[in-house]
């Protein structure tokens, strides 16, 4: 049995942390003016890379939780989470955000923002899944947004919640509840579950869709789902859990699949990643008290056969973990909370018209105190390696978000909501300076921080 904690006391630690800004968000029915982007240090001694310059920080939405990027009508959309309710930002110039609209209501937690494809619904979670709410965003006038909520789920949703059709008539929890949500004003939980139907564990966490319309996902065993019948989906394959295992994998966070519509089936011993064939997932490792070799874990699959019933599907090809001092070294280890991973985003996402299929993926992935970390991943045989890093000193970042090749967006539990800049011909730190990044903030946790993960582990024990 899971150790059931209620949202009040969610809420209340959270809030106790943390120190609201006095200026309350607002929303008018004029155009706004200023970008509410300010300047929030990350304190003395605060560790970046030569290739990320920090511009600024949205920090009327601290505590940050987790975002979407989506474009509706040719407009570039952040669609973004926090303890404070929803913002939408207008993105479409990177360095000087524009708030749309925002929903005032207490909450936690919303990691994964999960929005329809036209932008007009977006789902708001539980952070123990014991309910959903429903907004719809509505027009004002000139292009301001409201967003309303209509609807409320009476009985579990999950962590979680995921649509899987791109007007989340459908929607999937993390724990395999199945929503029937046709009706935005009156969601029904079915008593149907995706996870039990196929055989999987009730304890997941995100879903993904790939580009060919197969729902990866983020359980042990990672598995890929064929929901174009909602009420019953299939396992199309699954990869071996003892894969996870052995490779101190699991518990997978989140993941994504490139290009996935260019997969061609090959031998199952061939050689090489081909397009298609590559999954990355990072792992989320919370309370392990040290860094350990199974800790914060992002990983590289191969996908090495896709047939119908397989169960073996996927083949390691790299994983990365964060680097850890020992106390011979003079170096305490990392964190006392542990070393965990969490959101991910990559660059390119998918491969656009004209465009030759990448040699390689920029990842930018958050890791709570360790700040957000820019890796590179070999297409071809999805090898890792590190590009830069951004740590502020007072910070837990949450998710990272590519809104284009240049422009990041991190949602912090502390901060808010940092933006960077990355500069692709700027230098790469050596080993030596990624190592002292990792090392940086060795032994040091916020209070919010130490909250926050140790919410985590409540809700993902059994």
Known sequence: MRRRVSLALVFAVVAAAVTLPATALEVTTSALPV???????PGAGYFTSPNLEYIGTLRNDAPGVGARVLTVDGQKRLYMTGVRGLSIYDVDDPAQPQLLGHLEIPHWENEDVTVSRDGRTVLMSEFMGTYMHVVEVRDLPNGL?????????????GHIVDCVDDGCDWVYGSEG?????RDKTNPVVTDRNWARLNGLPTNGHNLQFDDTGLLWTDTTPISALDVSDPLNPVAIVKGDKAVQTENRTAY???????????YKQRGIDAKGIKPGALLMGNGETNFSGTCQDDS?????????????????ALQIADVFRPVSGDYADGNPAVNGLGCSGHWFTIQPE????????????????AWYEHGTRLLNVDASTGEITQKGYFQPVVGAASAAYWIDNEYIYVVDYERGIDVLRFDANARVPTTLEFDASWLA??????????????????????
Do not use: W
Not at 148 to 155: M, S
Not at 306 to 311: A, E, F, Q, S
Not at 450 to 455: A, I, N, S
């Open 35 to 41: 970008s509410p982007l300010v300047h929030l240090d």
């Open 145 to 157: 947004l409201l967003p309303v909520i209509v609807g409320f789920t009476e009985g579990p949703s």
């Open 177 to 181: 509840v199945i929503i029937d949500l």
């Open 252 to 262: 997978q966070h989140n993941n994504l699949r490139p290009n996935a519509r260019l």
């Open 296 to 312: 914060g874990p992002f990983s590289t699959y191969r996908i090495k056969d896709m047939t119908p019933g397989t169960t073996d």
């Open 350 to 365: 998918d491969l656009t018209a004209g465009k030759k299929i990448p040699a390689s993926y920029d990842v930018a992935a």
């Open 441 to 462: 903030k060795a032994g040091v946790t916020s209070p919010l921080a130490e909250r926050e993960r140790y919410l985590c582990r409540l809700v993902t024990q059994g």
